[in-house]
């Protein structure tokens, strides 16, 4: 009854049948087989096939969060068993947004959880590639600002403070903005973002700004800032030592720029284990303990 259904598994989440008969030790002709043996038995069709590429059908997407789901209440049976009960045990598997957020909190965070676990193993991925959401492989996602879709199981982890800053070189040179609307007419250092959303009062405002300059990663938009190259929207945990030196200064203080969530995302439909529970419950506690 479950022949191939660990093959099935391993190839949607390798992306490949080679890759998938790597990681199962068995030949890509066999992992084939038997996928399409399953895909006999169950009278339907799993997978659409390229020579470029593998995509689940609709079906196949149904089977698959299934068997994904059921293969994590099987883990969790066979800790059980082996009479670990007592011991949070296993692999959380955790991806996250890079930069300095995972460098001097997250890390830093999930190490003394391990600590305090030994028996789980954690596995961080910071790669840049953004993540289908949807069918994402890890147990946690970590994402900042607006998600994709509201059918995602979310709790937010923090509030970020957000800060319009520029160096006062750059300040002294081309004035002080009253008002968010004299950004457009500024060197603005964008990331990912170039509509910058200010309220006040009740008002809301979604400027549109622009620079010589763009770069995503937080780092070097706040040297560029330094370096006098224009105004930078970037969250407190990246400004806090320029602020303090007199490297950097705010403005608009009178008006509130946006804070923007920071997420931890689970997939949906998918069986969430304790441990990993248990480590979202504690990261909750620790931003609290520990901030941003």
Request: some cysteine; aromatic content about 8%.
């Amino acid at each position: 009854m479950f022949a191939g259904l660990v093959d099935f598994v391993t190839v949607v989440e390798t992306g490949s049948f080679t890759a998938a008969a790597d990681k199962l030790h068995s030949s890509k002709a066999s992992i084939s087989q038997r996928v399409s043996n399953l895909e006999h038995r169950l009278g339907v069709q799993l997978l659409y096939r390229s020579t470029r590429k593998l995509r689940l059908t609709d079906a196949g997407e149904s089977y698959y969060q299934s068997c994904r789901q059921g293969l994590e209440l099987l883990e969790d049976g066979a800790l059980a068993a082996q009479q670990l009960q007592h011991h949070l045990q296993g692999k959380i598997k955790i991806n996250s947004l890079g930069g300095i957020f995972a460098e001097q909190w997250l890390a830093p965070a999930l190490l003394t959880f391990r600590q305090e676990h030994p028996n789980i193993d954690i596995e961080l991925d910071l790669s840049s590639q953004r993540e289908d959401l949807l069918s994402s492989p890890f147990d946690i996602v970590f994402r900042m600002g607006t998600l994709p879709d509201s059918s995602l199981q979310v709790r937010v982890l923090s509030q970020l403070n957000t800060h319009v800053v520029a160096s006062p070189e750059y300040l002294a040179a081309n004035g002080l903005p009253k008002h968010p609307e004299e950004l457009r007419h500024h060197q603005c250092i964008c990331g990912t973002v170039s509509q910058w959303p200010f309220q006040k009062n009740g008002q809301k405002l979604l400027v549109s700004v622009s620079g010589s300059f763009a770069c995503p990663n937080g780092h070097v938009l706040k040297q560029a800032a330094m370096e006098g190259f224009g105004f930078i929207r970037t969250h407190d945990m990246y400004l806090r030592d320029a602020l303090e030196a007199g490297q950097l200064k705010t403005v608009l203080e009178d008006w509130q720029v946006v804070s923007q969530p920071l997420w931890m995302v689970f997939p949906p439909a998918r069986y969430r284990s304790k441990r990993v529970t248990k480590l979202a419950d504690w990261l909750v506690d620790y931003a609290k303990r520990q901030a941003i």
